[in-house]
């Protein structure tokens, strides 16, 4: 049995940061490569961010360089999304989604089978 749970969403001032965390769990997911997506309100999934297994690889929606870095915590198995200089429109379900052992990661959603059940970040003064 495999878990994703995502945490540290909330209220945020227009230029403030945030650090949201992922924690992946189960049999498969011993050394998982991890992507972070979100969903604004009335618009489709887009991916943010994503880091490999083995953390050779990581990538960036092009529009969210800058703002967003991703990172792993070996001593607590955790992957966070750092977000600083929060606009409104970063308003949005953030989720974190896993998969197994692979050398390279993707923000293609369908690359992943085990997903979180978001967690919500507000945008707001």
């Known amino acids: 049995h495999s878990q994703v749970v995502e945490s540290g969403g909330g209220l945020v001032q227009p230029g403030g940061s945030l650090r949201l965390s992922c924690a992946a769990s189960?049999?498969?997911?011993?050394?998982?490569?991890v992507a972070w997506f979100r969903q604004a309100p009335g618009k489709e999934r887009e991916g943010v961010a994503c880091i490999s297994s083995t953390d050779v690889s990581s990538y960036y929606t092009d529009s969210l360089k800058g703002r967003f870095t991703i990172s792993r915590d070996y001593a607590t198995n955790r992957v966070h999304l750092q977000i600083n200089s929060l606009k409104p429109e970063d308003t949005a379900v953030y989720y974190c989604?896993?998969?197994?052992?692979?050398?390279?990661?993707?923000?293609?959603?369908?690359?992943?089978?085990?997903w979180g059940q978001g967690t919500e970040v507000t945008v707001s003064s």
């Open positions: 189960g049999d498969t997911l011993d050394y998982p490569t």
């Open positions: 989604a896993a998969e197994g052992f692979t050398a390279y990661c993707s923000l293609v959603a369908t690359s992943y089978h085990h």
